[in-house]
């Protein structure tokens, strides 16, 4: 059982207007959320985080919105850019002491349209 | 710092050979991470280390599967025999506080 969904495989985007990648998690001990961007042949890449004792995070263009009573994250781009086109990642952990385990959801593939 | 590198990028094998795969991990990360990338399951934490003692190997699929870090700069995973639906991405990350940070990957494909 996926503990991190990402629920669209795909989404497609004008340039200039706004993505909204959502992702759901299961897991009611996860307290630190993640984004990930990934390019064809390269690595995953960090792209901003939050904690759960936010519910907004912003970092220039990317904003990420948590709702824990939801079990909902959010990442926001605007406005979107044809370099943005990448799969990306959302992802949780537990904050203990200690780095935990990061699980990582399926991804979502976003293209954005010139 | 040159970030995770891992060799080889790409490896083709034929089924039941033994494939090795290498993970060198940025110099001070305390943390190493073998994933897994698939379509159908996206990125799988496989096994990970915390200063070069495995911590949690509960996503290793099978006995096929074993990953080693003989020291602080450098890390394996092998797969013996290998088989067609190990094929996959194989990521290496390292982490220090809360980012990991990933290598390139290895495209494993199993013929």
């Known amino acids: 059982d996926q503990q991190v969904k990402q629920n669209s495989p795909s989404l497609s985007v004008q340039e200039g207007r706004i993505s909204i990648l959502n992702c759901d998690y299961t897991?009611?001990?996860?307290?630190?959320f993640l984004w990930y961007k990934k390019y064809p042949a390269e690595g995953p890449t960090f792209l901003i985080s939050i904690s759960s004792i936010k519910d907004k995070n912003e970092d220039g263009r990317f904003t990420v919105f948590l709702n824990k009573s939801a079990k909902h994250l959010s990442l926001h781009i605007v406005p979107s850019q044809p370099g943005d086109s990448a799969v990306y990642f959302c992802?949780?952990?537990?904050?203990?002491?200690?780095?935990?385990?990061?699980?990582f959801g399926p991804g979502t593939s976003l293209s954005v349209i010139p | 710092d040159a970030g995770v590198i891992q060799s080889p990028r790409h490896e083709v094998t034929e089924m039941g050979q033994e494939v090795t795969l290498r993970c060198k991990p940025i110099?001070?990360?305390?943390?190493l991470f073998w994933y897994r990338q698939t379509m159908m399951r996206g990125l799988e934490l496989l096994i990970y280390?915390?200063?070069?003692?495995?911590?949690?190997d509960s996503g290793m699929p099978e006995d096929r599967f074993s990953a080693k870090m003989p020291n602080a700069s450098f890390s394996t995973l092998k797969i013996q025999p290998s088989e067609p639906r190990d094929s996959a991405v194989y990521f290496c990350?390292?982490?220090?506080?809360?980012?990991?940070?990933f290598g390139q990957g290895t495209r494993l494909t199993v013929v």
């Open positions: 992802a949780a952990t537990v904050m203990k002491t200690s780095y935990d385990k990061v699980i």
């Open positions: 110099s001070g990360h305390d943390y």
């Open positions: 990350a390292t982490a220090q506080y809360t980012e990991a940070f």
């Open positions: 897991n009611s001990m996860f307290d630190y």
């Open positions: 280390f915390n200063n070069n003692v495995p911590i949690d």
